[in-house]
């Protein structure tokens, strides 16, 4: 059986962290996530987040570290999440976002998260690299 994982990235650039609004499913829009998806049969976790997010915002990214613990998802999804930095393009809401914000250090208290990426995303901000 393949495991029910979600892949997340905490994408940083100079200093701020990436998130973004999704517009989809209707019980989940408007809320904000660390962006990423479902992992594919073969797929490591790392390949998974890269693909997802070159997918769902047009952006060559490299994975850092795996943010440690698990997250509940509905249907028996566990959400994992990774720190990536990004390597080139410009993020775009592609798809399942309509909207992306990049959040300094202080501004990660101002957007709508997911209750279950809550804790990715303080670890994410205490991690957050300098300038
Ligand atoms: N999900 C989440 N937090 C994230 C990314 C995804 O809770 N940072 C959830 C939302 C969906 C499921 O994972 O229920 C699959 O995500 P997607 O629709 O983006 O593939």
Same mark, same amino acid.
């Given at each position: 059986?393949? @495991?029910? !994982?979600?892949?997340?990235?905490?994408?940083? @650039?100079?200093?701020?962290?990436?998130?973004?609004? #999704?517009?989809?499913?209707?019980?989940?829009? +408007?809320?904000?996530?660390?962006?990423?998806?479902? !992992?594919?049969?073969?797929?490591?976790?790392?390949?998974?987040? !890269?693909?997802?997010?070159? $997918?769902?915002?047009?952006?060559?990214? &490299?994975?850092? /570290?795996?943010?440690? *613990? $698990? =997250?509940?998802?509905? #249907? *028996?999804?566990?959400?994992?999440? =990774?720190?990536?930095?990004?390597?080139?393009?410009?993020?775009?809401?592609?798809?399942?976002?309509?909207?992306?914000? =990049?959040? +300094?250090?202080? &501004?990660?208290?101002?957007? @709508? =998260?997911? /209750?279950?990426?809550?804790?990715?995303?303080?670890?994410?901000? #205490?991690?957050?690299? +300098? *300038?």
């Amino acid at each position: 059986m393949t @495991d029910r !994982v979600v892949v997340a990235g905490a994408v940083y @650039d100079r200093g701020r962290l990436l998130a973004a609004r #999704r517009s989809a499913p209707p019980e989940l829009a +408007g809320r904000w996530e660390l962006p990423g998806g479902k !992992v594919e049969p073969g797929e490591s976790g790392e390949q998974a987040l !890269v693909r997802e997010l070159r $997918e769902e915002l047009g952006v060559e990214t &490299e994975p850092l /570290e795996r943010i440690p *613990g $698990e =997250w509940p998802l509905p #249907r *028996g999804y566990v959400l994992r999440v =990774w720190t990536a930095r990004l390597v080139s393009g410009v993020p775009a809401p592609l798809q399942d976002h309509d909207e992306l914000r =990049w959040l +300094g250090p202080g &501004e990660s208290g101002t957007v @709508d =998260w997911l /209750e279950q990426d809550l804790s990715a995303v303080a670890e994410a901000v #205490r991690r957050l690299p +300098g *300038g």
